[in-house]
């Protein structure tokens, strides 16, 4: 039997049934920006990027105490192709996981998951409350304010950006610009 390629509308779907939450899925459509807008400037996959980024939490609201590994054994029970759930487990890679991010995908969104809650409530601290008009240097102001977004892990994302080999300012910059793509739809257009 052969394993059907996911959809952004079969990620969709499957993420509304075990989310109701409009803050996780604003989070998840911003992460799947991000991982578009990656995907697109290294030349790789932006569908399958993309929907791996959309998918990632997918039981983070229902199992918050089982993240990661709910979500794998949804995904299998979906027949979703191993590559798929290998990436979303890798994001949760030291916290969730034991699943090591290997490839230049699963090292992404490793490094973009907490980056993206780190420039969303640095946008919202601003007067235009947007991505559109903010820069990486917005977001390093706030860097080392341990109260401030103290929920995201700053040591998960340089452990990022040390995989990716790119600086912290030019990883903070491309995530702004992916996320900006998606500005109106995850509430930072201002």
Not at 79 to 105: C, D, F
Not at 142 to 150: E, G, L, V
């Amino acid at each position: 039997m052969t394993t059907p390629v996911p959809t952004r509308e079969m990620a969709m779907e499957l993420f509304k049934k075990y989310n109701k939450s409009e803050s996780l899925l604003k989070h998840a459509l911003a992460v799947e920006s991000v991982m578009r807008f990656m995907a697109k400037k290294s030349g790789e996959d932006e569908e399958k990027w993309g929907i791996i980024g959309l998918i990632h939490d997918l039981d983070y609201e229902m199992y918050p105490e089982q993240h990661c590994i709910m979500t794998e054994k949804i995904l299998r029970e979906n027949l979703w192709p191993e590559e798929y759930i290998r990436a979303v487990m890798s994001h949760g890679w030291g916290l969730a996981t034991e699943t090591e991010p290997l490839s230049l995908l699963e090292k992404t969104i490793y490094a973009v998951d907490e980056l993206t809650g780190l420039v969303a409530t640095s946008a919202l601290v601003r007067p235009s409350k947007s991505v559109l008009d903010m820069e990486a240097r917005s977001v390093k102001k706030k860097w080392n304010d341990k109260k401030f977004a103290a929920g995201v892990d700053r040591s998960v994302i340089e452990k990022g950006a040390q995989m990716l080999g790119v600086s912290l300012d030019d990883l903070i910059t491309d995530c702004i610009m992916g996320m900006r793509t998606a500005a109106a739809e995850i509430g930072l257009g201002g």
